[in-house]
């Protein structure tokens, strides 16, 4: 397993661009998702999209404190509610802001070994599947960010408070 670098918003164009979906379930795709998960840990993370360390296949791992999530060509098949919440993102280190989510979704996925799987989640994990899920469609949590509350790290321990 290896750490791979994490891609900055302002640095790295690949961010901006649409993942292809994922056909090989071999030895190649078991390494880079051991290698996603290293990376996440690794930047105390929540989330990481393959794009994200310049690979451009739709690959996202989650762990939002109950458990490591692999999913493999995700989809949002059904978003429900509604919920307003603080995003950060480790492309975009030092910035946050609040974005608009669904409250909850229904994913379809493929596991590392190809066969499908559905996952239901509210709350942070609904957050995160839509937050890694945009990533593979090019799309930074930024560019959501409902105008004048962006704040930055200096910031973010008052508004935690």
């Not at 661009?17 to 030895?27: C, W």
Request: proline share 3%.
């Amino acid at each position: 397993m290896a750490s791979r670098r994490i891609m900055r918003y302002l640095n790295d164009d690949v961010l901006r661009k649409r993942s292809k979906a994922v056909e090989d379930f071999g030895d190649r795709t078991l390494m880079l998702l051991r290698d996603m998960v290293e990376t996440m840990y690794a930047a105390n993370g929540a989330g990481l999209a393959a794009v994200q360390i310049g690979i451009l296949r739709r690959i996202a791992v989650i762990d939002d404190g109950t458990g490591l999530i692999k999913l493999i060509n995700p989809l949002i098949v059904e978003a429900t509610g509604e919920q307003q919440e603080l995003e950060g993102c480790l492309s975009i280190p030092g910035i946050y802001g609040i974005v608009k989510r669904p409250q909850s979704v229904v994913v379809h996925a493929q596991n590392e070994h190809g066969s499908p799987m559905e996952l239901e989640a509210t709350g942070f994990l609904s957050r995160a599947l839509c937050h890694e899920i945009d990533h593979l469609d090019g799309v930074l949590f930024v560019s959501k960010v409902i105008p004048g509350s962006i704040i930055n790290e200096k910031d973010l321990e008052a508004w935690i408070d």
